[in-house]
């Protein structure tokens, strides 16, 4: 099993920054790939994110990319989300989300751990 707990969301105004954080606990976190997703209200999950095990490989959904960054610390067992130019169309809550491999993916259902979410409001 592995644990995840997202912290770092918060209000910020349109054009701002923020950096939410998922630390794991549990197995070897540095054989999982990890991910963020978002739900906004009255819509479904969407892919945010991925890193691989190693923290080389990224991908980013083509509404984020540039603005935002996923990293990883496998020292401290965290994930990270560095959001710049926040949208208000980026409100959402954020979930982490590992899975029992090294490789990155988009798909949801490939995701077996999940967080409880954080969230993240933007205001115009």
């Known amino acids: 099993q592995v644990q995840l707990v997202e912290s770092g969301g918060g209000l910020v105004q349109a054009g701002g920054s923020l950096r939410p954080s998922c630390a794991a606990s549990?197995?070897?976190?540095?054989?999982?790939?990890m991910g963020w997703f978002r739900q906004a209200p009255g819509k479904e999950h969407e892919f945010v994110a991925s890193?691989?095990?190693?923290?080389?490989?990224?991908a980013y959904a083509s509404y984020v990319q540039g603005r935002f960054t996923i990293s990883r610390d496998n020292a401290k067992n965290t994930v990270y989300l560095q959001m710049n130019s926040l949208k208000p169309e980026d409100t959402a809550v954020y979930y982490c989300?590992?899975?029992?491999?090294?490789?990155?993916?988009?798909?949801?259902?490939?995701?077996?751990?999940w967080g409880q979410g954080t969230q993240v409001t933007v205001s115009s």
């Open positions: 890193i691989d095990d190693s923290g080389r490989g990224t």
């Open positions: 989300a590992a899975r029992n491999e090294k490789t990155i993916t988009t798909l949801r259902r490939l995701y077996v751990y």
């Open positions: 549990g197995r070897t976190f540095s054989n999982y790939a």
